[in-house]
Protein backbone atom coordinates (compact mmCIF):
# COMPACT_ATOMS: atom_id res chain seq x y z
CA UNK A 1 0.00 0.00 0.00
CA UNK A 2 1.62 3.55 -1.06
CA UNK A 3 1.19 6.21 1.20
CA UNK A 4 2.69 9.36 2.24
CA UNK A 5 3.87 10.33 5.92
CA UNK A 6 4.50 13.48 7.01
CA UNK A 7 6.91 14.27 10.33
CA UNK A 8 7.95 17.53 12.16
CA UNK A 9 5.25 19.16 13.18
CA UNK A 10 4.73 21.09 16.53
CA UNK A 11 4.53 24.16 18.34
CA UNK A 12 7.30 27.06 17.61
CA UNK A 13 7.56 30.48 19.25
CA UNK A 14 7.41 33.00 16.41
CA UNK A 15 10.97 33.44 14.57
CA UNK A 16 11.64 30.04 15.07
CA UNK A 17 12.09 27.30 12.68
CA UNK A 18 10.51 23.82 12.11
CA UNK A 19 11.68 20.72 9.36
CA UNK A 20 9.23 19.21 8.32
CA UNK A 21 9.79 15.40 6.78
CA UNK A 22 7.44 13.84 4.21
CA UNK A 23 8.01 9.85 3.47
CA UNK A 24 6.44 8.10 0.53
CA UNK A 25 6.42 4.33 0.94
CA UNK A 26 4.90 1.32 -0.77
CA UNK A 27 5.40 -0.53 -4.69
CA UNK A 28 6.45 2.54 -5.63
CA UNK A 29 7.78 2.66 -9.55
CA UNK A 30 8.54 6.21 -9.80
CA UNK A 31 8.66 10.08 -8.18
CA UNK A 32 7.60 12.96 -10.20
CA UNK A 33 6.32 16.50 -8.36
CA UNK A 34 6.36 16.50 -4.65
CA UNK A 35 5.26 19.46 -2.48
CA UNK A 36 3.58 21.15 0.40
CA UNK A 37 0.69 22.64 0.79
CA UNK A 38 -1.31 23.95 4.08
CA UNK A 39 -4.44 24.58 5.31
CA UNK A 40 -5.00 27.25 8.05
CA UNK A 41 -7.94 27.61 10.41
CA UNK A 42 -11.10 28.79 8.49
CA UNK A 43 -9.02 28.98 5.61
CA UNK A 44 -8.96 27.00 2.60
CA UNK A 45 -5.74 24.77 1.33
CA UNK A 46 -3.04 26.48 0.01
CA UNK A 47 -0.02 25.45 -1.95
CA UNK A 48 3.45 26.19 0.25
CA UNK A 49 5.91 24.61 -1.95
CA UNK A 50 6.72 22.20 -4.65
CA UNK A 51 9.34 20.80 -6.35
CA UNK A 52 10.27 18.59 -9.51
CA UNK A 53 11.86 15.39 -10.06
CA UNK A 54 14.52 17.87 -11.78
CA UNK A 55 14.88 19.74 -8.57
CA UNK A 56 13.01 23.20 -10.11
CA UNK A 57 11.23 24.87 -7.19
CA UNK A 58 8.30 27.00 -7.02
CA UNK A 59 6.84 28.74 -3.77
CA UNK A 60 4.44 30.77 -2.09
CA UNK A 61 4.77 34.68 -2.41
CA UNK A 62 4.27 34.03 1.55
CA UNK A 63 6.76 32.18 2.16
CA UNK A 64 9.65 32.73 -0.06
CA UNK A 65 13.04 33.97 1.28
CA UNK A 66 11.76 32.15 4.78
CA UNK A 67 10.65 28.33 3.61
CA UNK A 68 13.21 25.66 1.75
CA UNK A 69 11.70 22.65 -0.11
CA UNK A 70 14.35 19.82 -0.93
CA UNK A 71 13.62 16.22 -1.72
CA UNK A 72 16.29 12.84 -1.03
CA UNK A 73 15.35 10.49 -4.05
CA UNK A 74 17.29 7.82 -2.01
CA UNK A 75 14.38 7.71 0.41
CA UNK A 76 11.42 8.98 -1.18
CA UNK A 77 11.48 12.07 0.78
CA UNK A 78 10.65 15.69 0.93
CA UNK A 79 11.97 17.85 3.42
CA UNK A 80 10.10 21.69 4.58
CA UNK A 81 12.69 23.41 6.22
CA UNK A 82 10.91 26.26 8.08
CA UNK A 83 12.00 29.65 9.30
CA UNK A 84 11.54 33.28 10.71
CA UNK A 85 8.28 31.76 11.63
CA UNK A 86 5.37 34.02 12.09
CA UNK A 87 1.98 33.23 13.54
CA UNK A 88 0.07 33.41 9.92
CA UNK A 89 2.43 30.24 9.22
CA UNK A 90 -0.03 28.16 11.66
CA UNK A 91 -1.63 25.24 9.64
CA UNK A 92 -1.81 21.82 9.20
CA UNK A 93 0.80 20.48 6.48
CA UNK A 94 0.26 18.37 4.00
CA UNK A 95 2.25 16.66 1.42
CA UNK A 96 1.77 15.14 -1.91
CA UNK A 97 3.93 13.37 -4.72
CA UNK A 98 2.90 12.37 -7.92
CA UNK A 99 3.85 8.84 -7.62
CA UNK A 100 3.53 6.15 -10.64
CA UNK A 101 2.88 2.42 -9.19
CA UNK A 102 2.12 0.28 -12.01
CA UNK A 103 3.70 -0.70 -15.00
CA UNK A 104 1.29 -0.76 -17.20
CA UNK A 105 -0.08 2.48 -16.50
CA UNK A 106 2.36 5.31 -17.76
CA UNK A 107 0.69 8.18 -15.85
CA UNK A 108 1.22 8.38 -11.93
CA UNK A 109 -1.45 9.74 -9.71
CA UNK A 110 -1.63 12.39 -7.10
CA UNK A 111 -1.79 10.97 -3.57
CA UNK A 112 -1.33 12.85 -0.47
CA UNK A 113 -0.57 12.65 3.14
CA UNK A 114 -2.46 13.05 6.23
CA UNK A 115 -1.09 15.97 7.70
CA UNK A 116 0.82 17.00 10.44
CA UNK A 117 -0.12 20.88 12.53
CA UNK A 118 2.42 23.65 13.06
CA UNK A 119 1.62 25.92 15.79
CA UNK A 120 3.49 29.20 16.09
CA UNK A 121 2.91 31.02 19.23
CA UNK A 122 4.03 32.57 21.73
Known amino acids: QVQLVESGGGLVQPGGSLRLSCAAS????????MGWYRQGPVKERELVAT???????DYADSVKGRFTISRDSATNTVYLQMNSLKPEDTAVYYCNADLRTSYSVPDGMIYWGKGTLVTVSS
Open 26 to 33: GSIISIGA
Open 51 to 57: ITSRRST
